[in-house]
């Protein structure tokens, strides 16, 4: 069963279009959306139009959380150029939008045929917590210890990664291994990986291009793919909607 995995679209039509496109030569059986459909762009509406379109299971990112946080008059947790993207794209924004925001899940788990796993679990920022950021080793030694299953796809971090440990006590072995460019990575038979797509709509590794994963679980191999887009074009609709033009600005440089 091919999988493909993308998380952090932030609104970003064009980025968004391009993987999906990208995709189709790739072939895969099912997708799933780790979060984060909304926040930072200037095409929210035509984003989750796009997602019911495909009909891709789809978990709550921190940006749908703060979204709802937001229709609820209570305090954002988000840095202030975010909360004047929500507060703009609520006004965007449909009933149905939100009320499909509401339905999704924290966590989802996709089943697989391969014996080694049970399933496989999807999050937006790590097993244990939706909102923690999976940005280093100790981090997610911290997070193999609070979870025993296999795989976990998570996003957040907009950062291509694979995070591993073989079985026994973790503090022996955890390894970090960024996915540059193009990658494809095996999973050794005793592993367990948390494996991070990157961010389709802000990439923040360095590299601009939108990026993409898919997961073979018969083969336990991991694919990263980036795909140029029109940024520019992005980055104007930003610009149009009277957001910050630093959000515009770290589409060019992937920061």
């Known amino acids: 069963m091919r999988t493909l995995i993308f998380s952090d679209i932030h609104a970003n039509l064009e980025a968004f279009d391009a993987i ?13 959306f780790l979060g984060d459909a909304i926040g930072y762009g200037g ?3 035509e984003v989750m139009q796009r997602l019911r379109e495909i009909g891709v ?3 709550q990112g921190n940006h749908e959380a703060n979204l709802i946080r937001l229709t609820r008059n ?23 939008d939100v009320q499909t925001i509401h339905a999704w899940a924290k966590t989802l788990r996709l089943d697989t045929k391969n014996e080694r796993f049970t399933d496989l679990l999807c999050v937006h920022g790590s ?48 390894k970090s291994a960024p996915m540059k460019g193009n990658a494809r990575a095996v999973m050794p038979p005793r592993a367990r990986w948390m494996l991070n797509p990157g961010s389709v709509g802000q990439p923040r590794d ?3 291009r939108a990026s993409y994963g898919i997961f073979d679980d018969a083969g336990a191999v991991f694919e990263v ?31």
């Open 127 to 174: 097993p244990s917590n939706p909102d923690k950021y999976l940005d280093s080793t100790s981090h997610a030694r911290e997070e193999f210890t609070l979870w025993d299953g296999r795989v976990c796809f998570y996003g957040h971090t907009h950062v291509p990664m694979i995070y591993s440990t073989l079985e026994g006590p973790v503090g022996e072995w955890v």
């Open 74 to 96: 209570q305090q954002l947790m988000i840095n202030a150029p975010a909360q004047l993207a929500l507060k703009w794209q609520l006004d965007q924004l449909s009933d149905q």
């Open 206 to 208: 360095g590299d601009p």
């Open 20 to 32: 999906l496109k990208d995709a189709e030569k790739r072939k895969y059986d099912r997708m799933v």
């Open 225 to 255: 793919f980036r795909v140029e887009y029109d940024f520019q074009t992005a980055g104007r609709k930003i610009l149009d909607a009277g957001l910050p033009s630093g959000l515009a600005d770290r589409l060019i440089i992937g920061r």
């Open 43 to 45: 095409s929210p509406v």
């Open 57 to 59: 299971p789809s978990i």
